[in-house]
């Protein structure tokens, strides 16, 4: 299970010395052999390097050559690309949205986002560089979404996704919509003639994040989805297994999670089924109150119940990308890409595994102190 | 180690997938009660294919395939069932909802569902819960099948849900803030039996009114099909005053269908129920006899009706208890008087009547939906059971002795 923790603890203290004056001596490019590399796409190479300017990634793979007299680093474990997170309300508890508004379609969750959070500090140290910041539960529209990398520095989409929810929590006794019934009328007079954002989602430029917690909520958000051709993903769904048929004709992703200990089978068997039905699929992390390991939990307790190895990957990585909209810039390590990577000292599905040194845009964020 | 606990749930993963279900049947009973004329006694037959009544007759057929029984009887049709009656199934920021529609907040995954059908309830009637006055559109569905609305649909907006009474009014709360506007909109709520009934009559006067003078009106669509008695008005009234009001408000405003359910105390006003022609749904039986709404509920209510030419059907209005459920009220009636054929027809071929469905269920008659009740004994005696069920062909509940 975890062939790398005996040649992870090997991993030589002059290594990250060198890494540290590289940083001072403002190297801008740079080489680094791992033992494996997971490319995030669900692909793995053995004892390959990574190549990496001006933050980016040059090449990748076995067979990149590494020039005499350039700085490599030597790495006994495992690399992979930083970890991105779905859906997310890390730095803005109590900020994501306003319960006493039913409807914030031109709400911009993007004017709540504090860089300097410590939560995102946090989650980096956990391995997720970037993160999808999604508005409030407790809105039938919460409005948009905007993607982060979780070191401060850069907004990698101020509107990335319009979120909607079909959940109760959107349904208050002291504003309207009270009932699934209002909130369905106030989602279809939307598109009836639609404007702002709305005309943006209609015309698949603008993907719908849709909150979604028991399965009858499920078939809703897919049946309007599917009823106005909208695309995006949902976000909860919890045995949505039950409804995939469905849910695999609508084209849509499912961001899952956060789950813990008390996760019933039932619930984490779902995201078993959705890889097995090749249904898209990511985390989201934890949200802000509970300062644990953000994504890595959720997967590692899907893959005790049977969630194929590389699909868990994929979804930590380059699915995740794909879902938030920024595979462009992350998410896979291939040439043009951002360099955010972390050197493991195992397989990060392993939760015994943790992240040595964590790289943004190819600079060290955070390394461990050994 | 880890290996093995894979293998495991790929075995648990795959015995979940959905399997092509059987449909065609052959069932022999003693006694078929068809809900359309005599009963076919001393051996009988139905004869199933891809869901469907093929033919009923006497005498046998089908080989060792055959589902065996003592009777059968069409499948139960519940005109109050409560599934997915949370909060959230109702829109409760305007106490009339004229089109707020229980097929967009209905819960086909509740388990509820199963229990129903496994009890013999293979159709059921779901409506907005009665928090507001004027709740929205019933949705008439089979209890059991796919759970999605075009597999489970028997007749979509079937009714358009009121309630009179004290149950609206019960879901208000006092406003407790000094000064300000309300809290909610449960401050805002009629609060009195009076207030209540005064909304509903404000609101179909309003949507004539506004027909009148050509102006729009929300959910003005509505209120014409009810007013035309293309779609049944289905209000909850429990104690008399509120079955005289339900009945007033049909005089009042022509309405040509009008189903009053959970009239627990229709057997005090059998003539003025008669003579407005209202049908009527009656609650379960309770023991204890004081019914929801403190009305009096007695054992002949249903007889009282039934002599009275009144037409009505049984229902379990949602009862979670299991004496309560559907299948055990026809005893109950009977044992206050009522003959065992309306007492069938009470379960069936009236509520079917009730809501304009009677085409596809509630007798077994070749080309009707193989919605089928099967029973240990005589149906409806205490000391029968419900063994089989069958929705759309579908065994929800097998009669066969498991090996």
Same mark, same amino acid.
């Given at each position: 299970?975890?062939?790398?923790?005996?040649?992870?603890?090997?991993?030589?203290?002059?290594?990250?010395?060198?890494?540290?004056?590289?940083?001072?001596?403002? *190297? %801008?490019?740079?080489?680094?052999?791992?033992?494996?590399?997971?490319?995030? %796409?669900?692909?793995?190479?053995?004892?390959?390097?990574?190549?990496?300017?001006?933050? *980016?990634?040059?090449?990748?793979?076995?067979?990149?050559?590494?020039?005499?007299?350039?700085?490599?680093?030597?790495?006994?474990?495992?690399?992979?690309?930083?970890?991105?997170?779905?859906?997310?309300?890390?730095?803005?508890?109590?900020?994501?949205?306003?319960?006493?508004?039913?409807?914030?379609?031109?709400?911009?969750?993007?004017?709540?986002?504090?860089?300097?959070?410590?939560?995102?500090?946090?989650?980096?140290?956990?391995?997720?560089?970037?993160?999808?910041?999604?508005?409030?539960?407790?809105?039938?529209?919460?409005?948009?979404?905007?993607?982060?990398?979780?070191?401060?520095?850069?907004?990698?989409?101020?509107?990335?996704?319009?979120?909607?929810?079909?959940?109760?929590?959107?349904?208050?006794?002291?504003?309207?919509?009270?009932?699934?019934?209002?909130?369905?009328?106030?989602? $279809?007079?939307?598109?009836?003639?639609?404007?702002?954002?709305?005309?943006?989602?209609?015309?698949?430029?603008?993907?719908?994040?849709?909150?979604?917690?028991?399965?009858?909520?499920?078939?809703?958000?897919?049946?309007?989805?599917?009823?106005?051709?909208?695309?995006?993903?949902?976000?909860?769904?919890?045995?949505?297994?039950?409804?995939?048929?469905?849910?695999?004709?609508?084209?849509?992703?499912?961001?899952?999670?956060?789950?813990?200990?008390?996760?019933?089978?039932?619930?984490?068997?779902?995201?078993?089924?959705?890889? $097995?039905?090749?249904?898209?699929?990511?985390?989201?992390?934890?949200?802000?109150? *509970?300062?644990? %390991?953000?994504?890595?939990?959720?997967?590692?307790?899907?893959?005790?119940?049977?969630?194929?190895?590389?699909?868990?990957?994929?979804?930590?990585?380059?699915?995740?990308?794909?879902?938030?909209?920024?595979?462009?810039?992350?998410?896979?390590?291939?040439?043009?890409?951002?360099? %955010?990577?972390?050197?493991?000292?195992?397989?990060?599905?392993?939760?015994?595994?943790?992240?040595?040194?964590?790289?943004?845009?190819?600079?060290?964020?955070?390394?461990?102190?050994? | 180690?880890?290996?093995?606990?894979?293998?495991?749930?790929?075995?648990?993963?795959?015995?979940?997938?959905?399997? #092509?279900?059987?449909?065609?049947?052959?069932?022999?009973?003693?006694?078929?009660?068809?809900?359309?004329?005599?009963?076919? =006694?001393?051996?009988?037959?139905?004869?199933?294919?891809?869901?469907?009544? @093929?033919?009923?007759?006497?005498?046998?057929?089908?080989?060792?395939?055959?589902?065996?029984?003592?009777?059968?009887?069409?499948?139960?049709?519940?005109?109050?069932?409560?599934?997915?009656?949370?909060?959230?199934?109702?829109?409760?920021?305007? #106490?009339?909802?004229?089109?707020?529609?229980?097929?967009?907040?209905?819960?086909?995954?509740?388990?509820?569902?199963?229990?129903?059908?496994?009890?013999?309830?293979?159709?059921?009637?779901?409506?907005?819960?009665?928090?507001?006055?004027?709740?929205?559109?019933?949705?008439?569905?089979?209890?059991?099948? =796919?759970?999605?609305? =075009?597999?489970? &649909?028997?007749?979509?907006?079937?009714?358009?849900?009121?309630?009179?009474?004290?149950?609206?009014?019960?879901?208000?709360?006092?406003?407790? +803030?000094?000064?300000?506007?309300?809290?909610?909109?449960?401050?805002?709520?009629?609060?009195?039996?009076?207030?209540? #009934?005064?909304?509903?009559?404000?609101?179909?006067?309003?949507?004539?009114?506004?027909?009148?003078?050509?102006?729009?009106?929300?959910?003005? #669509?509505? &209120?014409?099909?009810?007013?035309?008695?293309?779609?049944?008005?289905?209000?909850? !009234?429990?104690?008399?005053?509120?079955?005289?009001?339900?009945?007033?408000?049909?005089? @009042?405003?022509?309405?040509?269908?009008?189903?009053?359910?959970?009239?627990?105390? !229709?057997?005090?006003?059998?003539?003025?129920?008669?003579?407005?022609?209202?049908?009527? /749904?009656?609650?379960?039986?309770?023991?204890?006899?004081?019914?929801?709404?403190?009305?009096?509920?007695? &054992?002949?209510?249903?007889?009282?009706?039934?002599?009275?030419?009144?037409?009505?059907?049984?229902?379990?209005?949602?009862?979670?208890?299991?004496?309560?459920? &559907?299948?055990?009220?026809?005893?109950?009636?009977?044992?206050?008087?009522?003959?065992?054929?309306?007492? +069938?027809?009470?379960?069936?071929?009236?509520?079917?009547?009730?809501?304009?469905? =009677?085409?596809? /269920?509630?007798?077994?008659?070749?080309?009707?939906?193989?919605?089928?009740?099967?029973?240990?004994?005589?149906?409806?005696?205490?000391?029968?059971?419900?063994?089989?069920?069958?929705?759309?062909?579908?065994?929800?509940?097998?009669?066969?002795?498991? @090996?």
């Amino acid at each position: 299970m975890k062939p790398w923790n005996t040649l992870a603890l090997a991993l030589a203290a002059t290594f990250l010395s060198e890494v540290a004056e590289g940083q001072k001596a403002g *190297v %801008d490019e740079f080489y680094v052999r791992s033992a494996r590399i997971y490319l995030g %796409d669900g692909r793995e190479v053995e004892d390959g390097v990574l190549y990496v300017r001006d933050g *980016v990634i040059q090449s990748v793979g076995r067979g990149v050559a590494v020039p005499s007299g350039k700085r490599t680093l030597q790495h006994d474990g495992v690399l992979t690309p930083g970890i991105i997170s779905c859906a997310s309300n890390l730095g803005l508890a109590g900020e994501s949205g306003d319960s006493a508004r039913a409807d914030l379609s031109e709400g911009r969750l993007a004017d709540a986002y504090q860089p300097s959070h410590t939560d995102y500090a946090h989650a980096l140290e956990f391995g997720v560089t970037t993160t999808v910041l999604t508005p409030s539960i407790s809105s039938v529209v919460g409005g948009s979404a905007v993607v982060v990398k979780t070191d401060g520095s850069e907004v990698l989409d101020r509107d990335s996704h319009l979120v909607v929810s079909f959940s109760t929590p959107a349904l208050q006794a002291d504003r309207a919509p009270t009932g699934y019934a209002g909130a369905l009328a106030l989602l $279809e007079e939307h598109l009836a003639s639609p404007t702002g954002v709305w005309a943006e989602a209609e015309a698949g430029r603008l993907p719908l994040m849709m909150h979604a917690g028991p399965r009858h909520e499920v078939a809703r958000a897919i049946a309007f989805a599917t009823q106005h051709g909208l695309q995006g993903s949902l976000i909860g769904a919890a045995w949505a297994d039950d409804v995939l048929e469905s849910l695999r004709a609508s084209g849509l992703s499912v961001v899952v999670g956060p789950f813990r200990t008390g996760t019933s089978p039932r619930t984490l068997d779902t995201v078993v089924s959705l890889a $097995e039905a090749g249904i898209p699929f990511a985390f989201a992390a934890e949200d802000s109150r *509970v300062p644990t %390991d953000p994504v890595r939990f959720s997967v590692a307790l899907c893959v005790r119940r049977g969630l194929d190895e590389s699909a868990a990957r994929k979804a930590l990585f380059g699915g995740a990308a794909l879902i938030a909209g920024v595979a462009d810039r992350v998410g896979t390590l291939e040439r043009g890409k951002d360099a %955010d990577f972390i050197l493991w000292d195992g397989d990060p599905l392993d939760l015994t595994s943790s992240p040595r040194a964590i790289y943004v845009k190819g600079r060290l964020v955070t390394q461990e102190k050994h | 180690m880890i290996s093995v606990g894979w293998t495991l749930l790929a075995l648990t993963t795959s015995a979940a997938l959905p399997q #092509e279900e059987e449909t065609t049947w052959v069932i022999r009973a003693q006694t078929v009660y068809t809900a359309a004329g005599d009963p076919i =006694e001393d051996g009988a037959f139905i004869e199933v294919e891809d869901g469907i009544i @093929e033919g009923v007759g006497s005498g046998s057929r089908g080989g060792d395939g055959a589902l065996e029984c003592f009777a059968v009887t069409p499948g139960l049709i519940d005109l109050s069932v409560r599934i997915a009656s949370s909060r959230w199934s109702v829109e409760e920021s305007d #106490e009339v909802q004229l089109a707020a529609r229980m097929a967009d907040a209905v819960d086909l995954f509740s388990y509820r569902w199963g229990r129903e059908a496994r009890s013999g309830v293979t159709s059921a009637l779901v409506s907005p819960p009665d928090n507001n006055v004027l709740g929205g559109l019933g949705i008439a569905l089979k209890t059991a099948g =796919e759970p999605t609305l =075009e597999a489970r &649909l028997l007749r979509d907006d079937a009714v358009l849900r009121g309630s009179f009474g004290d149950y609206p009014a019960r879901h208000s709360t006092p406003n407790r +803030l000094a000064v300000g506007p309300p809290r909610d909109f449960r401050t805002r709520r009629p609060a009195t039996r009076m207030a209540t #009934e005064w909304v509903m009559r404000d609101a179909f006067y309003k949507g004539i009114a506004a027909k009148r003078s050509g102006t729009a009106y929300d959910g003005a #669509e509505v &209120l014409e099909s009810v007013l035309s008695g293309e779609r049944p008005m289905i209000v909850q !009234a429990w104690a008399t005053q509120d079955i005289r009001t339900a009945a007033f408000f049909k005089a @009042e405003f022509s309405i040509p269908r009008m189903i009053i359910d959970g009239a627990a105390e !229709a057997w005090r006003e059998p003539e003025l129920l008669r003579s407005s022609g209202a049908s009527v /749904v009656l609650p379960p039986m309770v023991f204890g006899q004081r019914a929801r709404d403190n009305a009096f509920y007695t &054992l002949s209510c249903a007889k009282t009706l039934h002599d009275a030419g009144i037409p009505f059907a049984l229902s379990g209005h949602g009862a979670e208890r299991s004496d309560e459920r &559907l299948a055990y009220q026809p005893a109950h009636a009977m044992r206050g008087g009522l003959p065992f054929e309306a007492a +069938l027809e009470a379960v069936t071929m009236a509520p079917a009547r009730m809501i304009g469905v =009677e085409d596809r /269920v509630g007798s077994i008659e070749a080309g009707k939906d193989a919605d089928l009740v099967l029973w240990s004994g005589r149906p409806f005696e205490p000391s029968s059971r419900v063994v089989g069920v069958l929705v759309s062909g579908r065994l929800v509940l097998d009669p066969r002795p498991t @090996e």
